[in-house]
């Protein structure tokens, strides 16, 4: 509901894959990052990095939610002077670990990440969120054949694989299949899941928890636009929409708003 509402009052952003990820944000922040409780400035923290930054109204909502940041300014997204830029910035939030949205540069980063923990003997884990699009970047496989090499053990990658991008399916664009086939060949540890079911989640966080001497893959089947019908596997909605207020109406409904809650996002300045 906050990443629609922070959309609509932006008059434009990502609202397909933002929701597609929704439910594993909800899970990293809510059951597997250390972060919230120990601070953002604890060198033992863990890391997550949002590569497909495009989907920053997401991490947004998640922030408000756990305390990183306060919920009405988070509306402010792509305001002038706002610090809840289109894609995040390191340096106008001190929450997010580096600045993404140009694609397959953030799971870099992750890995460097990876490898000076593992230097430092750290027990923290950095956690990278990719888009499927995203993996047509050579970049990307760069890094996986890195990670794996150096044998990061505290990497997990998470694909939101909602088989959409900007223009059309993944598959016409370039197909990405046999996806879990390509990891296992750079020697990652892969599941695949329901990108949508929290026991699923849950479950493949604490599987990679349990992986030694390579690095994690979880590949999340979800759905682009997940919770609102007229959005849902609709490449359109992918990104640089303007939604109306009737639109944010239907949507906020869909997602369960109360009369209260849509009045409280939508009339909110």
């Known amino acids: 509901m906050h990443s629609i509402a922070s959309i609509y009052h932006a008059g434009s952003g990502h609202p397909g894959g933002a929701l597609s990820c929704a439910d594993i944000l909800a899970c990293l922040y809510g059951a597997e990052l250390n972060v919230w409780p120990r601070g953002v400035d604890d060198p033992v923290r863990d890391r997550f990095v949002l590569s497909k930054g495009h989907a920053a109204p997401a991490l947004y909502a998640a922030g408000a939610y756990f305390g990183f940041c306060n919920s009405r300014e988070a509306l402010r997204l792509r305001k002038l002077n706002s610090p809840f830029q289109g894609h995040p910035h390191v340096l106008d939030l001190p929450w997010v670990e580096t600045s993404t949205g140009s694609l397959g540069q953030g799971f870099s980063v992750a890995v460097g990440m990876a490898m000076g923990l593992k230097m430092l003997k750290r027990t923290s884990r950095v956690y990278a969120l990719l888009g499927d699009g995203e993996l047509q970047e050579g970049e990307v496989w760069e890094a996986a054949m890195s990670a794996a090499h150096h044998g990061l053990e505290n990497l997990c990658v998470i694909i939101d694989y909602n088989k959409l991008q900007s223009d059309n399916r993944n ?4 197909r990405l299949e046999p996806l879990a086939a390509k990891w296992r060949a750079f020697e990652w540890g892969v599941c695949e899941i329901d990108g949508h079911s929290i026991p699923e989640i849950l479950k493949a966080f604490r599987r990679v928890v349990a992986t030694v001497n390579r690095p994690s893959v979880i590949i999340a089947h979800t759905v682009k636009g997940k919770g609102i019908p ?13 939604l109306t207020r009737e639109q944010t109406e239907q949507a906020l409904a869909a997602l369960g708003a109360t009369d209260a809650e849509k009045k409280e996002y939508l009339d909110v300045y």
Request: glycine share 6%.
């Open 230 to 242: 007229y959005m849902e596997n609709v490449p359109s909605w992918h990104g640089s929409v303007k």
């Open 171 to 174: 598959d016409v664009i370039m």
